[in-house]
């Protein structure tokens, strides 16, 4: 039975790690999946004491698909002979004996898909597939199991594996295309979730991506020191919309996006919220004053509107809140102190260009 039209969302957080899990071995394949960077493991050639890796090259690309098999069994052998029945050069096969193994097998040998074998014990082997599954969603997996429990291939495929096939129904072309389909399906799912977290004019990321990677570094920021949260509106955007069209308009959106670039540092969060509105959380800012992050925006601001053949000139208000190791508000709370803060200012700047009335008046003798 293949269920591979159920898969749902491979991208479970690291924090589903922390289930209870029974045994060893799974508090092994932990500590070892959790040691290796998924999706761009190296191959380093076989490790003859750990696992074994045959010439039977399963691709479309002249690329052997490298499969890391992680079986207890017999499971090896039956797999290897199936590949093999028609010489086929399109997949390479390593086995590890166990899945204290597997991230071994990651680390030295690489692989595009990993070929997951339980057995019939369905609790344990669903907390295998949790962990497995948590521990590396770059990497697809397809499960063999000796169960033909449907509720178990739905729970895990909602864990993340891309596939589930009873091992009784098992032939070459069904796991030929379920690994190929698996590969290709994670790739998907890659591709879209990482567009939808993406601002589709600036490239920045958009504000559900903002808050899912800065909720996250807020975690670290606890541990490792203080942060900024700057919020940064682009001024009189509608104005430039008004008198010169959206396309205009859409240009200055960018051009603010290449500043935030400009001026932040890579490992920095940039996001364009909405309309008008940005956010940066700097994540290390233990040497940057709220005056020196001004500054150099200040600085960027006025170097790109002097190069710029542009009908309009950029202005930014910026609020910036201090995010603290200890004590931490919450990622909302730090945006609406920097929201208002940015408002604080852009009222400020408002009233110097339009003083009151009464500044205005001239008496006369």
Not at 76 to 102: C, K, N, P
Not at 349 to 364: E, F, G, M, R, W
């Amino acid at each position: 039975m293949s269920v591979g039209e159920y898969w749902s969302h491979p991208f479970q957080k690291a924090d589903s790690l922390s289930i209870a899990l029974r045994g060893d071995r799974c508090g092994l394949l932990l500590a070892k999946l959790r040691s290796t960077r998924p999706g761009s493991v190296p191959s380093h050639g076989p490790d003859k004491t750990n696992g074994d890796s045959q010439g039977c090259l399963v691709s479309t690309n002249a690329e052997p698909i490298r499969i890391l098999l992680v079986s207890e069994g017999r499971d090896a052998s039956r797999l290897r002979d199936l590949i093999e029945s028609q010489s086929s050069s399109e997949f390479q096969i390593t086995h590890v004996h166990g899945i204290g193994l597997a991230g071994h097998g990651l680390t030295c040998e690489g692989a595009d898909v990993l070929l997951l074998a339980i057995g019939p014990d369905q609790k344990r082997g669903r907390a295998i597939v949790q962990a497995v599954t948590a521990a590396v969603p770059g990497v697809p997996t397809v499960i063999l199991s000796e169960s033909e429990s449907e509720s178990l291939a739905v729970e895990s495929l909602q864990q993340g594996a891309q596939d589930f096939i009873a091992k009784d129904r098992l032939d070459r072309a069904t796991l030929a295309r379920s690994l190929r389909y698996a590969i290709e399906r994670h790739r998907l799912q890659r591709t879209l979730q990482s567009l939808s977290l993406i601002d589709d004019l600036t490239g920045l990321h958009n504000r559900r991506g903002f808050l899912a990677l800065a909720e996250q570094q807020l975690r670290l920021i606890q541990r490792k020191g203080s942060a900024l949260l700057i919020y940064v509106d682009l001024d009189d955007l509608k104005s430039i919309n008004d008198n010169h069209g959206h396309s205009e308009g859409n240009r200055a959106l960018v051009a603010t996006a290449g500043i935030l670039r400009d001026t932040f540092r890579q490992s920095d969060i940039l996001a364009r919220l909405g309309g008008d509105e940005f956010c940066v959380l700097m994540t290390d800012a233990g040497h940057d004053s709220d005056a020196q992050v001004r500054e150099r925006l200040r600085q960027r601001v006025d170097f790109t509107n002097a190069l710029a053949a542009s009908r309009f000139r950029l202005s930014f208000s910026v609020g910036i809140a201090d995010v603290p190791a200890v004590h931490q508000p919450t990622l909302e709370e730090l945006l609406k102190l920097a929201d208002a803060l940015m408002y604080e200012q852009k009222r400020s700047k408002q009233a110097l260009a339009c003083p009151p009335a009464s500044l205005k008046q001239t008496t006369t003798a």
